[in-house]
């Protein structure tokens, strides 16, 4: 099939949004910056030992021009922008959908050439030691990460308005290399593409993730904040400024007269708090009446949301930004913010420096779900099309399209999601 191409014959009626799920990962992956050093990797090794050399002398010299990926005297279409690890990965997870997750991830273990995530490593090498799931995935030190929930897409492309078995599939999958949240993160995923796959909403496809997220977990609290800051509550004001502020300020004779004033906006901003609270809440027990309606009145888009969304997700404590109780959130709520539509919610997720290796490529799933792939732009339909193979070698010139429509096919004659 020739990249872009709209598939012939017989089509399940999943089938667009199928290839937008599939699509929207590539362009979210391509979005973020460290697609481009994903792709280096496709180099001659001493082009990035020269990188790092020039990461060095601006350090050294308090230089603030910094390194890009380059290719100098080296071909220069691995560094064009374009897909890198989450959609091979993805890829990789739907060409053996219905391969034992356990087996799948041990035919991995002899090889050399893969790029893949610390939890991924981890569990292999747990896997080596004859380690099976859930403690392949538990004794990780990344088993929060959010390698599973990228992988989890396929799952909910497979299996289309049915959100509880594409969860249940994701879950096995996930207990391979991870565990908690990271293995929530992969059950919300794959029931909100399933639900949108499905023909869902945004507010029902958002609803059934939020539903997976487990009461009192780290995942659960982030992702709350996250989808109450697009509807124009919790985080965002920045620190020492607002209300708190305000209320320091008041001394002497202002005291009561301001403080009454104070009094009044705290109330009515107690009363906003409650509405969006009981919107968000709503959501995850599937009645999306209230947020929908507070979405309406929100006026929140999505570079709006940026500023609230950073304070919520990014604590800029840790070395890597791939934990899921951070990316899956952010994703979520930029996909609200967004109304469903793709180019806003990854454009804008590729603004999270510190969520951009996967965030862009979560928010590019699911709102591709909920659009379909017609709905994308042909120039980025036809940049994503091709695997390069950075990750999985093997996978260097792999259609992704052909890959969604097998998916698909297994769908409408019923060999998809069999194990």
Same mark, same amino acid.
């Given at each position: ?36 050093? !994903? ?95 859930? !403690?392949?995935? !538990? ?57 949108? %796959?499905?023909?869902?909403?945004? @507010? ?35 620190? %020492? ?17 301001? %403080? ?13 708090? @409650? ?88 928010? %590019? ?55």
């Amino acid at each position: 099939m020739t990249t872009g191409e709209e598939p012939r014959g017989e089509r399940h009626p999943a089938a667009d949004r199928i290839r937008g799920a599939f699509a929207g990962t590539a362009i979210g992956d391509a979005a973020g910056w460290p697609s481009a050093r !994903h792709r280096f990797g496709l180099l001659a090794p001493w082009t990035r030992r020269l990188g790092r050399e020039l990461d060095l002398f601006a350090e050294e010299h308090r230089v603030t021009s910094l390194p890009v990926p380059f290719a100098l005297n080296q071909p220069v279409a691995p560094l064009a922008m374009g897909p890198s690890d989450d959609a091979e990965w993805l890829v990789w997870t739907a060409l053996g959908i219905d391969t034992d997750r356990t087996d799948a991830f041990t035919a991995l273990l002899d090889r050399t050439d893969l790029r893949a995530r610390i939890s991924v490593r981890s569990a292999l090498d747990n896997l080596a030691l004859g380690k099976r799931p859930p !403690h392949s995935g !538990h004794d990780n030190p990344h088993h929060f990460d959010d390698a599973a929930a990228v992988r989890a897409v396929a799952f909910g492309a497979a299996h289309p308005g049915d959100p509880d078995r594409a969860a249940e599939r994701a879950a096995v999958d996930a207990e391979v290399t991870n565990s908690g949240d990271g293995v929530s993160a992969a059950r919300a995923m794959a029931a909100a593409v399933a639900v949108a %796959g499905g023909g869902g909403t945004t @507010a029902e496809a958002l609803g059934a993730g939020l539903a997976r997220l487990p009461d009192g977990s780290a995942i659960r609290a982030v992702a709350d904040e996250a989808l109450a800051a697009a509807l124009g509550g919790g985080a965002g004001a920045a620190p %020492g400024s607002g209300t708190g502020t305000d209320r320091n300020r008041i001394a002497g004779g202002e005291e009561s007269t301001a %403080g009454a004033e104070v009094s009044a906006a705290g109330g009515e901003e107690s009363a906003a708090g @409650a509405e969006v609270s009981a919107a968000v809440a709503g959501l995850a027990a599937g009645d999306t009446g209230l947020w929908e309606r507070a979405r309406a009145a929100s006026g929140v888009d999505p570079f709006g949301l940026l500023p609230a969304l950073e304070d919520v997700c990014c604590d800029h404590v840790y070395s890597y930004g791939t934990a899921a109780s951070a990316t899956v959130p952010a994703a979520f709520a930029l996909a609200a913010a967004a109304d469903g539509a793709l180019a806003p919610a990854v454009s804008a997720a590729a603004c999270l420096a510190a969520l951009a290796d996967s965030a862009p490529a979560l928010a %590019g799933a699911l709102t591709g779900a909920l659009g379909g792939y017609a709905a994308l732009a042909p120039a980025w339909r036809e940049r994503v099309g091709v695997l390069a193979g950075c990750c999985l070698p093997e996978l260097a010139g792999t259609d992704l399209m052909d890959v969604a429509d097998t998916v698909a096919s297994g769908i409408r004659s019923g060999t998809a999601g069999t194990h």
